[in-house]
């Protein structure tokens, strides 16, 4: 277990975790020292190698007194990423493992909820099984941002037909905007500019609370930046605002903070300072 808020047990879902892109080419308007900044507020976070931003892909699994949520689905198997080919026809065990580790199976999850709709974090909604998609949560019902699924709808990408539409389609979806509670302890943040439905995921329990991220924030060193645009925005402007406002909040309420794509172990608070903010990990 990576952490308890409250009554609420949050277990890390890890997939992967190595080398991306190059900071250059993720923070487009970070400038030339971009590199330096981030080895200097985390250490460790490039690869010697190849220079790039090392990136966990993971998912969050919720145990609440009630259900059993998965925040995130990551990568999956046998998807189609002809962008990425470290993601293209990925095929290993690794995500259902660390599921079971929890101790649930694929039956047991009750909820998917998808911070928004990009390829790392809607991959095991469904699975390769005879040559068809089908959900891999057979009792899950899949929670999808609207504005998100009316896009990517319009788009008709690989990704679209191949881990959100066979959900829809089995009649397990449901589209939910900002606002949207689940039970007693969760409750969707807006967090739009990455994309328009993006949704970053609140819980309160026991007098505490966590954010999860999803990608508002990309990495630790924007808690000192937050005006480093992400070159996978939709809305760059929009997501520098959605990222300072859930900054601040993470900060005036001493939250714990789940960066979805933070340096493991990903866990932390943020502490107000000057016009920005600083990371203090672990809690």
């Known amino acids: 277990m990576l952490c308890q808020i409250g009554e609420v047990e949050v277990w890390r879902i890890l997939e992967l975790n190595g080398p991306f892109l190059t900071p250059e080419r993720l923070f487009p308007n970070a400038g030339p020292a971009v590199a330096e900044i981030i080895e200097r507020h985390m250490p460790g976070g490039l690869c010697p190698d190849s220079g790039r931003l090392i990136l966990p892909v993971q998912g969050f699994l ?9 925040v995130d689905s990551c990568v999956g198997n046998d998807k189609t990423n002809n962008s990425i080919k470290d993601w293209h026809q990925r095929s290993d ?11 649930v199976t694929r039956e047991d999850v009750d909820y998917v909820m998808c911070t928004h709709l990009h390829v790392d974090h809607v ?12 959900p891999t949560f057979p009792n899950a019902k899949y929670l999808l941002p609207a504005d998100d699924e009316e896009l990517q709808r319009e788009r008709a990408t690989d990704m679209y037909t191949e881990s959100v539409l066979p959900v829809i389609e089995a009649g397990q979806a449901e589209k939910v905007s900002a606002g949207h ?19 970053s995921v609140q819980i309160e329990s026991g007098g505490r609370a966590a954010l999860i991220t999803g990608d508002a924030i990309h990495t630790t060193a924007q808690c000192w930046h937050p005006e480093w645009q992400f070159q996978f925005d939709e809305d760059a402007k929009q997501a520098v605002a959605s990222r300072r406002r859930l900054l601040e909040t993470a900060a005036d309420t001493r939250s714990v903070v789940l960066g979805t794509h933070f340096k493991l172990p ?11 903010f600083r990371w203090e990990g672990s809690v």
């Open 266 to 276: 990903s866990i932390g608070r943020v502490v107000a300072e000057g016009d920005a």
């Open 62 to 70: 919720l145990k609440t007194p009630t259900h059993v949520i998965l």
């Open 181 to 199: 509670m689940l039970g007693d302890y969760i409750t969707l943040v807006p967090t739009p500019g990455h994309t328009p439905g993006h949704v």
């Open 93 to 103: 065990t690794r995500f259902l493992s660390a599921l079971a580790a929890a101790g």
């Open 123 to 134: 991959g095991w909604n469904t699975m390769l099984v005879e040559g068809r998609w089908v």
